[in-house]
């Protein structure tokens, strides 16, 4: 029985990482990004194509030269060389949507 409701859950798992990963659906709750993170559902507010356009909205902002001051650097060129931190918690997609991130960072803001 244990083993069986073992291969469930890793079943069940594949599945949900699958859909996070495939889906383009928009997210169903209200914007909950605030400065302590985001809020939302896994699988309906957190899928890969959401973090990617999170991220992009970030970078955007980040790269507003408007808001250099605010945020404490001169330039994009400052914000280059200060670098930027990304990490994940252990919750699941965790490594996935930070390498989603990475890719939309790297490739924006710092490419």
Known sequence: MRLRASRR???LLTELRRFMASSKAPPETADEVRH???RGLLASDFTLENVACV???????????A??????????DDLRRRGCVLAHDTRIMGPEFLRTAARIWARTAFG
């Open 55 to 65: 991220t992009q909205g970030l970078v955007d902002v980040a790269l507003d030269p």
């Open 36 to 38: 302590f993170g985001w």
């Open 67 to 76: 808001l250099h001051g605010p945020l404490g650097v001169r330039d994009a």
């Open 9 to 11: 859950r890793d079943e």
